[in-house]
């Protein structure tokens, strides 16, 4: 954490480590050596294609890469047959593609998949990218809010009753304030602190500072979340380029290694749920911490999806940074803040900087800035003005559904 010694980092596996399994098959590092953003916030011109194309084209920019050494490509939430539609609008003809889908983890979880196809050789770089004019569209009434993902399959036994994902996110809060006296003013925290963070962010699309108390006195959504517990609506993309070992001579900046990953997946049904104050995360971020060979306390700084306050805090539980039950503690006393003892959500995250529908590819992008040191007045540093080391990005996808970590290191 900022200000401390870094535990020891062993790193990503070398060239010549092999992975059980693989019967000596050596396996490649994996870097990300390319992010950036799409023009984010209130865009009403261009199209989700056009947003795509704008990530993808400042991502490979940012690499210093040809477009020729892509073979590998991932999307999701956009096209009859994402990726292929995508790729064929950005002109690339993949050899390896992913499009999995599970709501805002999707992200996390691709990353984790083009990892281990690098890694194992069936891709040498594999661009993930997004982009959705969320709010654009319904400003424009091409489309309306959703109240839910449709009545097929499991849903249908809940969708009749009125649930709203906001509702599953509320009661699943509600829960933990029950069972262990979370209160609503350590869940507007967290709102606060995201604000606070945004103001370093000149993309965010809110900057002003809030307080417990506007938090606590806004219209009421789905008790207990006021209007600020939850995410904004807006408009956005964002690509990342990850890219084998070999390549990363050629790239125009320091590559950040991905050092460890874990995927998770829970329920569908909220009645199949065990615990709703347990989130998949709990899974996903000790698969992630295990095979990094590391502990919450070598990360430096987290992003962690926030659609909802409740899932900032429930989270930092489950990877660990607390112990169950604690997380209201936690965040009330001002860690998360980009000065202190763990920053989250660096950027403003999906409460106040932006959030345009599976926001998990922009943890990615602000993780690599921060390690790479080009987060501006919003950057990361130690006591004695060092860079972090090590970064965490988790994405929660449906309601509290899937989960998918990556941990991420300039080591």
Known sequence: MPGTTPGPLRGPASASDTSPGTAGTPRRRVAVVGVALSDCGRVDGPT???????????????????????????SAGLGTLAPAEVAEYLGLRPTWVDSTSVGGSTWEVMAAHAADAIAAGHARAVLLVYGSTARADIKARRRTSNLSFGARGPLQFEVPYGHTLISKYAMAARRHMHEYGTTLEQLASVAVQARANAAGNPDAMFREPI??????SGEMIADPFT?????????????????????????????????GSGTSVSHTTMSEWEDFTVSPAAVSGRLAFERAGLTPADVDLAEIYDAFTYMTLVTLEDLGFCAKGEGGAFVDEGRLLRDGELPVN???????????????????????????????AGQVTGADGRLPEVALASGTGGWFCSSGTVILGRG
């Open 48 to 74: 989700p294609y056009a947003l795509h194309a704008q990530a993808a084209r400042r991502a490979l920019a940012d690499s210093g890469l040809d477009r020729s050494v892509i073979d590998g490509f991932a």
């Open 211 to 216: 307080t417990v108390e506007e938090v606590l």
């Open 227 to 259: 209007k600020l517990h939850c995410c904004i609506r807006s408009d956005g993309g964002c690509a990342v380029l990850l890219a084998a070992e070999d390549l990363v001579a050629d790239t125009a900046k320091a590559p950040v290694w991905v050092l």
């Open 346 to 376: 660096t950027d403003g995250g999906g409460l106040s900087a932006c959030h345009p529908g599976m926001r998990g590819l922009f943890l990615l992008v602000e993780a690599v800035r921060q390690l790479r040191g080009e987060a501006g």
